[in-house]
T-cell receptor, first 113, second 113 residues
């Protein structure tokens, strides 16, 4: 069965510092990988996704994630965070055999001035 | 497109009352999901539909919960009778086929007193 592990429940960081949010998954088949972001009092929004091809994927607001098949990881990074990046971030996985997304437990990113 | 629409956005009710949450998926999406989010349990999948047919309801907590999808543009999640432990944010999401990128609604915040 698939599962997703987000190792850090909270990540505090100062503005303009780099950040990495970790995500590991388990699956025996080829997967699709996603990062969703949830701002306070809002629904989840897709941040970026890996479907196939280049293992490095980017979002429009400076986040990037790299699919590492050997380490079964899909860590999210940003070289310089802003206060507005404060949110909860969810990693999710699906495969070609299921209709569902399996979500991790989320990582709360808190950016301080 | 207006995105996934949920109503009401907030609901406050007394224990024992019936609660009905509503969702309108994005036009053309043939999958619809209901999730519940709490601090203690995180994001939980309750039930999902494909072409208006319930596919997996294993996440529905108990018989007090029921969900219907009478047509492609409308779904309801009903709780009868409601209990304080049902207090949570309920999200609806939809998508159309692989790669299973789900679009979330803004959620309904339910408070049962």
């Amino acid at each position: 069965a698939q599962s997703v592990t987000q190792l850090d429940s909270q990540v505090p960081v100062f503005e303009e510092a780099p950040v990495e949010l970790r995500c590991n998954y388990s699956s025996s088949v080829s997967v699709y990988l996603f990062w969703y972001v949830q701002y306070p009092n809002q629904g989840l929004q897709l941040l970026l996704k890996y479907l196939s091809g280049s293992t490095l994927v980017e979002s429009i607001n400076g986040f990037e994630a790299e699919f590492n098949k050997s380490q079964t990881s899909f860590h999210l990074r940003k070289p310089s965070v802003h206060i507005s990046d404060t949110a909860e971030y969810f990693c999710a996985v699906s495969d070609r055999n299921t209709d569902k997304l399996i979500f991790g437990t989320g990582t709360r990113l808190q950016v301080f001035p | 497109d207006a995105g996934v629409i949920q109503s009401p956005r907030h609901e406050v009710t007394e224990m024992g009352q019936e609660v009905t949450l509503r969702c309108k998926p994005i036009s053309g999406h043939d999958y619809l999901f209901w999730y519940r989010q709490t601090m203690m349990r995180g994001l939980e999948l309750l039930i999902y539909f494909n072409n208006n047919v319930p596919i997996d309801d294993s996440g529905m907590p108990e018989d007090r919960f029921s969900a219907k999808m009478p047509n492609a543009s409308f779904s309801t999640l009903k709780i009868q009778p409601s209990e304080p432990r049902d207090s949570a944010v309920y999200f609806c999401a939809s998508y159309s086929g692989p790669p299973y990128e789900q679009y979330f609604g803004p959620g309904t915040r339910l408070t049962v007193t």
